[in-house]
């Protein structure tokens, strides 16, 4: 059993909203709306039960609608700290706008961040796990088991963003293609764009982080770049030849 946050809450007064479906369905629109480009999809399990699929693909939210009220429930060690604390983050604002009540009694987070905010104690938390649940020896190298380590956006965070949509294309497996699998034919040219921006900003942010060249290269056949960006990526393939 992985690293949870459960949180039950109701609405903030007894007159706003009429019912606990119409709450239900502004909490779903609100994560819909507010959750930006890491939104993935959103599935129904049922009338009053959804989940929500955040990036990179290893992230889930559900949003079920109980007697007790709504009850979200995650599991976020498969992503990592930096999503925990995402997640968390989004929830709360959430709350504010929707101005709903937390059933404190009721809510569970096993490493303490919705109370106390301390993004440090996250990362202990998902570093224990993986050397006491994973069999990692080396805590350092530990934060190599999470695809969203850092807090916000580093370099790693839009390289992982680029491998999830290459990853989505093959329909699951290798977080990469294989050095002979063409995918760009799988990926709409939106996607094929918005893969290329992440590429370029993980580039920008890590010149020294290992890149996906032989897929970058064909995302850029593709869309039909050149330019310099297109050299660069060239001379990388050829290094690698």
């Not at 109980?66 to 992503?79: H, K, M």
Request: glycine share 10%; aromatic share 10%; with cysteine.
């Amino acid at each position: 059993m992985g690293i949870q946050i459960r949180l039950v809450a109701r609405a903030g007064t007894w007159f706003w909203p009429p019912s606990k479906r119409k709450l239900f369905l502004r909490v779903r629109e609100w994560l819909s709306e507010h959750s930006g480009h890491l939104l993935l999809g959103v599935e129904g399990l049922g009338p009053t039960d959804f989940r929500f699929e955040f990036y990179p693909s290893l992230g889930f939210l559900r949003l079920t609608l109980s007697q007790r009220g709504l009850l979200l429930q995650a599991e976020t060690t498969a992503v990592g700290p930096g999503y925990h604390v995402w997640l968390c983050k989004l929830v709360r604002a959430m709350g504010i706008d929707l101005r709903l009540r937390w059933q404190d009694a009721e809510c569970c987070d096993d490493t303490g961040f919705w109370w106390h905010n301390d993004e440090l104690v996250v990362e202990r938390a998902m570093q224990d796990f993986a050397c006491d649940e994973l069999g990692e020896v080396d805590p350092l190298a530990a934060r190599s088991r999470f695809p969203w380590w850092e807090r916000g956006h580093p370099a790693g965070y839009y390289l992982n963003r680029a491998e999830v949509v290459m990853q989505r294309a093959m329909g699951g497996g290798s977080r990469s293609a294989p050095e002979g699998r063409d995918i760009t034919g799988d990926i709409p040219e939106n996607l094929l764009e918005h893969t290329h921006e992440m590429l370029l900003m993980a580039r920008s942010l890590d010149p020294q982080l290992p890149m996906p060249w032989v897929q970058w290269l064909r995302i850029l056949d593709g869309l039909g770049l050149r330019g310099t960006i297109r050299l660069e990526v060239e001379s990388q393939v050829v290094r690698l030849s």
